[in-house]
């Protein structure tokens, strides 16, 4: 049906290449900016050049950054002592809005995967190996996501730098705040009753 | 088994069933919502899972009932990378949609003696020895595969490519020489029960041997390496 528009068809099949946009809604939101004023559209447009001509990552902890070093790298403020590892810039983003850390982070841009294949060598280790040679820790608080994959890369580093005599944290896990344990899923009361603590 | 990501929120599973064999399910909002699945659909979990039929093979899940997250594996590298292999030796040898109780059995008792601190060498030994055996791939152990002469104590060899154990006279240079007390062991080994993986004790020739034995047999029947295969060996 989009075979006599060649043009708008190249824009729903580039719009359905981003996560989480099936055909139907790429079409949806083609037709949006069909309706859209040209300035909206050319805003747009420009928005995402610019993004991807200007936005790369951070030279230190892979963090994305507009310029050679990210806004938490280049702040003075930050406890430079305490590293926090997490696996994607969105998990920053997460630990960044609660307010809690003040440290420095290292982003592994993944997970170790041994399902799919995916080893220490195609996170970014090397580059966190040669910060430690460079930059002294008295902690590092592993941020990995609680899945096998996130656990795996946790158990890993935690060894290497238990070796390196760093002292190494890891984020708790429970029940969420404010939730009826009665919905909470078994296995999160199965952790939370293995890692209680002492009041 | 394992599951992608797909869409927005949404998780493809793969199951591995006692009377279905693998399937692969659907789950919608598995990542958004934490109510309905929760945690249960993570790798070497064992789950009640309610579902119905879709589209084509896919199962549509509807809710899931955690029996047994084998949170132990978590704790330990060695434990989860040797979960990971067993894992995918059974996706890659077993067929989509063909039952397979015993496997599935196996699979299950190896994954809770691996979650309760099992010894990670033995087990994979054992797990190995037994798939290979369950698929009808188990290779001719006390009798040459070619001559069938039954071995006395004698020095022997074993090539899978060839049936398996060989005489001297018919083997020639091919494959490489293995004690009989190693074939020995494994063919009394697979007289035990498939679920029972504790009171086991192997040499360390028996263990090297048979884990040379084994990897040759996996080499042939495997349709590609398995890709957790590398990340076992880093561990």
Redesign the interface.
Known sequence: MLGSLPSFARLTAELGKLPGVGSKTAARLAFHLLRASESDVTALAEALLEMKRKVGFCQRCFHVAEESFCRICRDPARDSRRLCIVQEPQDLLAIERSHAYSGLYHVLHGALSPLDGIGPEDLKLPQLWQRLEQEPLEEVLLATNFSVEGEATALYLAKLFKEKGVRVTRLAHGIPMGSDLEYIDTGTVQQAVAGRREL | M?HVDY???DRIVSLFTAEDGRQKGFARAARKS??R????L????QVIVHWRTGRGSLWLLQET??LN?R?G?????PR??LA??A??LVELLVEEAESHPLIFELLCCFLDYLAADGAVEVARLLFELRLVYLLGYIPHLLHCSECLKIFAAEPIRFDAARGGSLCLSCAGPSGFAIDLKTIGSLARTLNVNHRQFTDFKFGETTRHEAGRMLAQVLSLVLPRDP??L???Q?F
């Open positions: 394992r869409g927005e929120a934490r109510k699945f929760g945690s249960s993570e790798p070497f979990s009932e955690l997250s949170t594996l978590r704790t330990d590298l989860l990378a990971s292999y894992v995918e890709k957790s590398k990340f076992l880093q």
